[in-house]
């Protein structure tokens, strides 16, 4: 055990991460002496342009007016996700934030819509779905019925704006590469690096450096575990273009037949990507597919990123923390990178050493974690097994491929059903039905308390629903009105 006070922070690695750390650390402890290295050399990944709700926890925490933020990020909300050919080519569905239909406490709502599709009454579910309903409108509003949004953001700008705030605390940055890592001969912990040949030293480290885990991967030697057989896709694209139409208030995920592309509109510009398996598809033919398929005049050169699905076997080791992609990597489906690193910040602070490293706080701290990565990582492979796409080797392997038991209990129950039995601190809970419904897996039975109503009165009561909700969503202004009423960039 260390148990010399915690007084020194250091940072390896700026980019979302490192910045993130930085500002939330800065802000909440302040006593804190945080250094954070970084160098203009080496680039940042900055293709997680979209987020999910509870970012606005975080920027809350660190006192960010969230009409600023949208501004200074050159932002748009984002009230969910399109998924287009992802159950069978040519079909889409919608997962969005917020609950959809109304629930009682014995039976949730697609109970009754479980009964409604067996009695041909076909509205889709997410027309259920206020804010599915918004989007797919492009309406935005936050009165008087406050829509559940996260956000689309300029992922660079965002750094930007937490290194002013970081640095206003008193951060201080050092430019310049790492060297060398220096182990105390004794325990193994990191007691210094060596940046440009000055030493920093620190008692507690943190690695934000991105895939290379430069602390935690290379220098602690933590192992990684691999997913990538039941995630298959192991490369990425991004490319920027101008915008060409208002930025629409939802993210766009197009699967094709060796993984998807994705649409993530900007106030100034659109992030567009491919994410797919090098084994069905080469570099040379997702590029084409990517380039050939935008719209708009491309403004940034494609960027190649290879990477591997899965987590360090610590997230946590000795005096070390990894947060982002040095930790592990999980693929951008469901705009989750920028979640885990806030997850991985927020539990630092809660189990922040008083006075040296605890063996049992580290325990918590890496429970807790790989507890979050292995939830998302169950929500991201159903995204890839619920599917009736037989048209490429790539979606028949996924179709048929062993999933982890945990999945494959929770569609089962569901699936013959109609259970659903949420997790401890579960991050998805409605989100997991629009998927799994939206993709084909739906109840063959549905809770006997339904039947109390009668068909008529069933009805009347998914009608009555559905009218509100029009009406609702009638009353909301649009998305790009919304913008540049209150939160309109300054390019």
């Not at 055990?1 to 020194?8: A, H, R």
Request: proline share 3%; charged share 20%.
């Amino acid at each position: 055990m260390m148990t010399e006070s915690i007084d020194k922070v250091v940072i390896v690695g700026g980019g979302t991460a490192g910045w993130m750390a930085a500002a939330a650390l800065s802000r909440t402890i302040p006593s804190l002496t945080i250094t954070l290295i970084e160098s203009d050399k080496i680039g940042t990944i900055g293709v997680g342009e979209a987020t999910i709700p509870t970012m606005q926890f975080f920027n809350g925490l660190l006192g960010i007016d969230p009409i600023e933020f949208v501004k200074q990020t050159s932002g748009s909300y984002k009230l969910g996700i399109n998924f287009e050919n992802w159950h069978q080519q040519g079909e889409q569905y919608f997962h969005a934030f917020g609950e959809t239909g109304r629930s009682l406490w014995a039976a949730g709502f697609h109970n009754f819509w479980t009964k409604a599709q067996q009695l041909g009454m076909t509205s889709k579910f997410s027309e259920f779905n206020l804010e599915a309903s918004a989007a797919l409108s492009n309406k935005f509003t936050k009165q008087p019925k406050g829509l559940n949004y996260a956000y689309h953001i300029d992922a660079g700008k965002y750094a930007k704006l937490l290194r002013n705030l970081a640095e206003s605390n008193g951060v201080r940055r050092i430019e310049g590469m790492v060297d060398r890592v220096n182990h105390d001969p004794d325990t193994g912990f990191i007691r210094s690096v060596d940046v440009d040949g000055a030493v920093v030293e620190g008692d507690l480290f943190i690695d934000c450096s991105g895939f290379k885990s430069l602390l935690l991967g290379e220098s602690l030697d933590t192992e990684f575990v691999d997913w990538s057989h039941w995630l298959l896709c192991d490369r990425a694209i991004a490319v920027q273009t101008k915008s060409d139409e208002p930025p629409r208030p939802y993210t766009r995920s197009i699967a094709n037949h060796a993984g998807w592309q994705w649409r993530i509109p900007l106030q100034h510009r659109m992030g567009n990507g491919i994410v797919y398996c090098s084994k069905y598809m080469s570099d040379e033919e997702a590029e084409q597919l990517l380039l050939s398929s935008v719209s708009g005049e491309t403004i940034t050169k494609p960027l190649k990123i290879r990477f591997k699905t899965g987590h360090r076997e610590k997230l946590w080791s000795k005096n070390c923390v990894a947060i982002g992609l040095s930790g592990g990597f999980i693929e951008p489906l469901e705009s989750t990178a920028i979640h885990l690193i806030q997850q991985g910040i927020l539990k630092l602070i809660k189990l922040f050493p008083s006075r040296g490293i605890n063996a049992i706080e580290v325990d918590q701290y890496n429970k807790s974690m790989i507890h979050d990565y292995d939830q998302i990582k169950d929500f991201i492979v159903l995204h890839y097994k619920a599917t009736q796409r037989d048209d490429s080797e790539f979606w028949r392997r996924c179709r048929d491929m062993a999933i982890p038991q945990s999945l494959a209990q929770r569609l089962n129950m569901f699936e013959e059903t109609g259970q659903f039995i949420l997790g401890h601190d579960e991050l998805f809970v409605d989100s997991w039905l629009q998927v799994m419904i939206g993709q084909g897996v739906v109840p063959k039975q549905y809770h006997r308390v339904v039947d109390e109503m009668s068909e008529a009165e069933l009805q009347q009561f998914l009608s009555s629903m559905q009218h509100k909700l029009v009406n609702d969503v009638a009353r909301m202004t649009s998305h790009q009105e919304f913008i540049d009423k209150h939160c309109k960039a300054t390019m």
